[in-house]
């Protein structure tokens, strides 16, 4: 199977949906069903026209998807027309779906991902994203993980870190602005951590509430992006900041750390700083170790180089660096930044460029481009 002509067909078979009238949302879901499907049929059979096969392939799963929402949605309609039998409380059973549809018969990785896409809300480039992988690869993993749970029963809930793990990431896109999802987030785990006397819930809430409590310093009246040491404190929110740091507290106190616990307590030291300037870079790069210690993650490995240059200086932080894969998201613009600091701004400058174009968002490109702007204008 061709990957590189998959995606090369990719835009244009998406590009001829939307002219059918699909809206992007849906028809996107229709194409990576379809390159799902010529992954699994291709290698036997390759057709003749490939984006055709494409395209037809698409608008048929475009089409039945629509058809079961009208059905679903008619559906619907006859039940909210019929008169309620009595009284009834209005239950919430969003967080019970989220442990079914972490099911046992599932990978940890592959239930998170079923469940961000099939509960969450995210899209498939989304939770490719946040994994780390191509997004064809992810659309054949969510493929598999359906066809895994087609046949079972939902009777048997998930465990509890497979549900934070799904909650953190949907946190992290809503935080991110792509879509709105980080108040629901905090919602359902605040309901979590009412219902399971668990560290590592009270960790996640404590990590989110304490991010959570600075979005609103976190993009100008534009809606440029605002780097935290920039970012104006006094927009901070100091209840939902004390409100985290009292709920890590007793987590922390409890000694059973995990990685949430010891991501909330980075959190929680930015929170802390009266400025910038004041952050207590040392204990930062501490938890950095713990928490590199508990998930091997590149990503705790690259944030804490940062850290490592905040507190030992520029060059510490380049030899950090200088160990991690520099096709890690975001590797680019952290070397740009340390060699600002260091004083080389010609090479930060051509990096802060090069980090724009690999940016995946748009907010994100323009401050870095900006970056690289500024410096250049500084050089001459």
């Known amino acids: ?8 067909l990719t835009p244009g078979v998406l590009a001829v949906l939307v002219r059918r009238g699909a809206d992007f949302a849906a028809a996107e879901d229709a194409v990576q069903d379809a390159l799902v499907e010529a992954v699994r049929v291709w290698p036997g059979d390759t057709p003749r026209d490939p984006k055709g096969w494409l395209v037809t392939v698409a608008w048929r799963r475009f089409l039945d998807a629509t058809r079961a929402d009208t059905s679903r949605r008619r559906r619907e309609d006859r039940l909210d027309e019929e008169p309620a039998p009595g009284p009834a409380p209005a239950v919430d059973d969003t967080l019970q779906l989220y442990f079914l549809c972490a099911h ?5 990785s592959s239930a998170v991902a079923l469940t961000l896409r099939a509960v969450g809300g995210l899209t498939t480039r989304q939770i490719a994203r946040a994994y780390l992988v191509p997004e064809a690869t992810m659309a054949q993993r969510i493929s598999r993980a359906k066809r895994t749970v087609s046949g079972v029963r ?22 991110s602005g792509d879509v709105d999802l980080a108040a629901e987030a905090i919602r359902l785990t605040r309901q979590l951590a009412a219902a399971i006397d668990h560290p590592e819930v009270a960790g996640l809430l404590a990590l989110m509430l304490l991010h959570h409590a600075r979005r609103a310093s976190r993009t100008g009246p534009d809606g440029s992006l605002v780097p935290l040491a920039e970012q104006d404190r006094g927009r901070w929110d100091t209840g939902m900041i004390a409100e985290g ?49 508990l998930t091997d993650s590149p990503v705790v490995r690259l944030n804490r180089a940062v850290a490592v240059g905040e507190a030992d200086g520029p060059r510490a932080g380049l030899a950090e660096l200088a160990a991690l894969s520099d096709s890690l998201p975001r590797y680019t613009a952290v070397a740009a930044y340390l060699h600002e600091r260091d004083g080389d701004l010609a090479t930060a400058a051509r990096l802060y460029a090069e980090a724009a174009h690999k940016a995946p968002t748009l907010a994100e490109r323009d401050h870095l481009t900006r970056q690289a702007a500024r410096l250049n204008a500084e050089r001459r």
């Open 154 to 175: 939902f009777d048997r809930p998930g465990d509890v870190s497979t549900v934070l793990r799904v909650l953190y990431l949907v946190f992290n896109e809503g935080y």
């Open 245 to 293: 740091v009292g709920i890590l507290q007793a987590a922390l106190a409890r000694d059973r750390l995990g990685e949430f616990q010891a991501q909330a307590a980075v959190a929680a030291l930015h929170a802390d700083a009266p400025t910038a300037e004041e952050t207590d870079w040392v204990q930062i790069v501490e938890w950095y170790d713990e928490l590199a210690g």
């Open 104 to 108: 046992p018969s599932l990978t940890p």
């Open 1 to 8: 199977m061709d990957e590189l002509l998959l995606r090369s």
